[in-house]
């Protein structure tokens, strides 16, 4: 082989090994969506002792604490924003978001973010899936329950994963897959609501039964 061959040869390597190094440094595209619900499926079937002082898995009470849980606080919000946190650990303007507006209270969440116009997250009447379920009773608008939105059935239910639930009718301490009625008629209030992350799918959605 001549030196100029050698030359040309060297140059086309360095050009490959170049190209290579660059592509491989190109940031994959992060499915949200897929993040939230995978993460929340992990933790079905996980639960917490009546008291709410500690929970089945150490994985998950490691990050329960991580994102303020305090022993004996009711943590169905607390499971959502753990879940939140987790899921845009690498978006700092969302992780410092999520700190400061979701708070361990559903109803004071839902409260901060639509008192927030500014901030990341919007109100909208059509949730998506990994979305944000709120649930407040409409005999006490204090009180309430938190989920995320996993499936949605024809506009009539959706399926969700939540924390600190139970079958219906008992107090719940679990991880636990629900079906819940999405539309009006079926008890979905009419003065539904959700919030929305502005650059994507992001909600807390809102409804009174």
């Not at 109803?107 to 997250?121: A, L, W």
């Not at 008890?187 to 959605?205: C, F, M």
Request: glycine content about 8%; hydrophobic content about 35%.
């Amino acid at each position: 082989m001549k030196s100029t061959d050698y030359k040309k040869y060297g140059l086309f390597v360095g050009i490959a090994v170049a190209f290579i190094l660059l592509y491989r440094k190109k940031p994959k595209k992060v499915d949200r969506t897929k993040g939230i619900i995978d993460l929340a499926e992990h933790f079905i079937g996980v639960n917490s002792d009546k008291a709410c002082t500690k929970f089945s898995s150490p994985d998950m009470e490691y990050l329960m604490k991580n994102i303020g849980w305090k022993k004996g606080d009711f943590w169905c919000m607390d499971f959502v924003k753990m879940i939140y946190y987790n899921a845009y650990i690498n978006d700092n303007n969302i992780v410092d978001y999520i700190k400061n507006y979701f708070d361990s209270s559903s109803q004071k969440t839902f409260e901060n973010i639509e008192n927030d116009s500014q901030g990341p997250f919007e109100i909208t009447q059509n949730p998506k899936i990994a979305d944000i379920l709120i649930l407040q009773k409409s005999t006490n608008r204090t009180q309430g329950h938190s989920g995320i939105i996993i499936e949605i059935i024809d506009d009539k239910y959706c399926y969700t994963i939540e924390g600190n639930t139970g079958n219906p009718g008992k107090a719940g301490y679990w991880v636990m897959k629900k079906k819940r009625p999405y539309t009006t008629g079926a008890g979905i209030g009419e003065d539904r609501k959700s919030t929305r992350l502005n650059s994507s799918h992001t909600v807390i959605s809102y409804a009174v039964f």
